[in-house]
């Protein structure tokens, strides 16, 4: 299934975070009915986010002293305070639904969580310019993979077809509460990569890592989580996944991996792209002011 492509407004009033509850309780270990493989392909960025999004705090806050734009210092205070609401949403997701399901995420999880809890002290060890370096890579692949989510936000806000086939309600307004906000802080980190001095050959090495990132998140993390999933009798291979993913996709329940990719990998590597050239600010703030965890939550006072 394709992407859709939308009309670009960028208008929108300061980024704030914003305060949001889920009850997991009555949400079904298969939330997408009948699709397995596909919900394992979602819940597989439930493996990462968490800390994943904590890195990606950590990249900007360290590039921070190199920006002295006072409008971008304004959305990283923004940016930093929703992508913090973001790691415990996945969060609780990890702890009231999967570990109630029995499903050990733990290899991966703390995989991540190790990662962060180490990256101070071995970015320490570098020389200023190896670090300053280094920053900048980290930056270009935080900004590839922000592309990606707010495409993906696009896509769920859009999706109809989620809702038709009985996709949990709960999970589905997760998914696109969060993809709003990606689409509403889309420019920020790439803004913040080309103010710290983030060249095209650089962006480029970013968004090579991220794809293999990505990939292996969706396809590596569906596998782990469909082999660790008690409800699941039969024997778990490639094979099999790979036409229950074509399956799901078919049906628009999720997007083609290839597409999605590759296909809006071109895009962002055209030279002159820039985050407001995609996706809509003015759908994403409709829904967030109709998204019931929104609603009920308000704002964060960061």
């Known amino acids: 299934m394709g992407l859709p492509v939308f009309e670009v407004d960028e208008r929108h009033p300061p980024i704030k975070a914003r305060r ?17 493989v596909a919900t394992h392909m ?16 950590q990249c900007v806050q360290d590039a921070k002293p190199l920006i002295k734009d006072e409008k971008l210092l304004e959305e990283i205070k923004g940016f ?3 992508e913090m609401v973001h790691a415990r949403a996945h969060g609780s997701f990890l702890t009231e639904l999967l570990d109630r399901h029995g499903v050990d995420h733990r290899k991966i999880t703390e995989m991540g969580r190790e990662g962060n809890a180490n990256r101070p002290a071995d970015r320490a060890k570098l020389k200023p310019r190896t670090r300053l370096r280094m920053l900048r890579f980290e930056l270009a692949a935080v900004s590839a993979i922000e592309h990606y989510t707010a495409v993906l936000g696009q896509w769920l806000m859009s999706n109809d ?8 309600p709960t999970m589905l307004d997760l998914w696109r509460w969060h993809g709003a ?3 509403e802080h889309r420019s920020v980190v790439f803004d913040v990569f080309k103010k710290s001095g983030g060249g095209y050959f650089t962006r480029v090495a970013g968004w090579v890592v991220s794809v293999f990132f990505l990939y292996w998140a969706l396809i590596g993390g569906a596998m782990f989580l469909l082999k660790a999933d008690p409800t699941i009798k039969r024997k778990v291979t490639y094979p099999w996944m790979y036409r229950e993913y074509r399956r799901a996709a078919k049906a628009g ?7 999605l990719l590759f ?5 962002y590597l055209r030279p002159g792209h ?3 050239k995609v996706c809509s600010t003015p759908q994403a703030l409709e829904y967030i002011l109709k998204s019931p965890a929104a609603q009920a939550g308000g704002y964060d006072p960061y």
């Open 181 to 183: 906000e990606e689409v």
């Open 263 to 267: 296909g809006e990998g071109m895009v």
């Open 80 to 82: 930093v305070g929703q």
């Open 42 to 57: 979602i819940n597989s960025f439930h493996l990462v986010l968490p800390e994943g999004e904590r890195w990606f705090i």
């Open 20 to 36: 949001v509850s889920f009850d997991w309780e009555n949400t079904p270990l298969h939330w997408v009915p009948g699709h397995p």
């Open 274 to 276: 820039h985050p407001s």
């Open 161 to 168: 077809k989620l809702d038709a086939a009985g996709v949990d």
């Open 253 to 259: 329940l999720v997007p083609s991996i290839f597409k």
